[in-house]
């Protein structure tokens, strides 16, 4: 099996701006009865793709989210390629892919997708399968501020896990167009997250301070992977 993140940490390895990473994620609704039937469906046609050696799909159920928050599972598709990426998306089709479609519609009962990019990662080869995300609402000319202001958090903040900043730049939902993610190696980690030290909680105060008058908070989600495709 390919080791795709031990690939992005050796991408990444020169400059956190030098590289990008490209995802695609398509985020669903489904009946809870038919939680179980769906996900074998997933399974059972993802595992039969022929993924590019450059591109991943993560398969996650979204246990814990917000008020007004509906889906209840996520496919994430990552590749440090943005053409392997389109090249994959372009390449869901014929027979195989409308009998998937036709076997998963009757247990959905909404979907939606978004796209972006990486423009910051930290500690890539340590993608464990529990991620939060935490939505902003960021303009145009914020933008850099924003990620200069994660840039030096991170300069202080020793994650437990993989850290990434991002942009969406398609989908976007409600304003949302900055997107923080980290992955936990296990649940006491994600309940526990946040500053250790004296210095951790003065860089987080610091870039609450900063980003408060720049961006405006949405949301906050979380998954635990299902299975990884590749």
Same mark, same amino acid.
């Given at each position: 099996?390919?080791?795709?993140?031990?690939?992005?940490?050796?991408?990444?390895?020169?400059?956190?701006?030098?590289?990008?990473? %490209?995802?695609?994620?398509?985020?669903?609704?489904?009946?809870?009865?038919?939680?179980?039937?769906?996900?074998?469906?997933?399974d059972? $046609? $993802?595992?039969?793709?022929?993924?590019?050696?450059?591109?991943?799909?993560?398969?996650?159920?979204?246990?814990?989210?917000?008020?007004? $928050?509906?889906?209840?599972?996520?496919?994430?598709?990552?590749?440090?390629?943005?053409?392997?990426?389109?090249?994959?998306?372009?390449?869901?089709?014929?027979?195989?892919?409308?009998?998937?479609v036709?076997?998963v519609?009757? %247990?959905?009962?909404?979907?939606?997708?978004s796209?972006?990019?990486?423009?910051?990662? %930290?500690?890539a080869?340590?993608?464990?399968?529990?991620?939060?995300?935490?939505?902003?609402?960021?303009?145009?000319?914020?933008?850099?501020?924003?990620?200069?202001?994660?840039?030096?958090?991170?300069?202080?903040?020793?994650?437990?896990?993989?850290?990434?900043?991002?942009?969406?730049?398609?989908?976007?939902s409600?304003?949302?167009?900055?997107?923080? $993610?980290?992955?936990?190696?296990?649940?006491?980690?994600?309940?526990?997250?946040?500053?250790?030290?004296?210095?951790?909680?003065?860089?987080?105060?610091?870039?609450?301070?900063?980003?408060?008058?720049?961006?405006?908070?949405?949301?906050?989600?979380?998954?635990?992977?299902?299975?990884? %495709?590749?």
């Open positions: 099996m390919k080791n795709f993140y031990l690939l992005l940490c050796f991408l990444f390895s020169a400059s956190l701006f030098s590289q990008q990473l %490209y995802w695609y994620d398509v985020i669903l609704e489904v009946n809870s009865e038919d939680t179980v039937e769906f996900e074998k469906a997933v059972s $046609y $993802y595992s039969s793709v022929d993924f590019p050696a450059d591109v991943t799909m993560t398969f996650s159920a979204i246990p814990l989210k917000g008020k007004g $928050y509906d889906e209840t599972h996520i496919l994430s598709f990552v590749s440090p390629s943005s053409q392997s990426l389109a090249n994959l998306r372009a390449s869901l089709t014929g027979e195989d892919w409308e009998n998937y036709e076997v519609r009757p %247990y959905v009962d909404g979907v939606r997708a796209a972006g990019n990486a423009l910051q990662v %930290y500690k080869e340590e993608f464990y399968g529990i991620g939060q995300v935490w939505g902003f609402k960021v303009s145009s000319k914020n933008a850099p501020l924003f990620a200069n202001a994660f840039a030096k958090l991170m300069g202080t903040f020793d994650s437990d896990g993989f850290v990434g900043l991002a942009q969406v730049t398609h989908g976007i409600d304003g949302e167009n900055m997107l923080i $993610y980290g992955t936990y190696p296990d649940l006491n980690s994600a309940f526990t997250f946040g500053p250790k030290n004296d210095n951790e909680a003065q860089a987080f105060a610091e870039f609450f301070n900063v980003t408060d008058e720049i961006a405006e908070f949405i949301q906050s989600w979380t998954r635990v992977k299902i299975n990884d %495709y590749n």
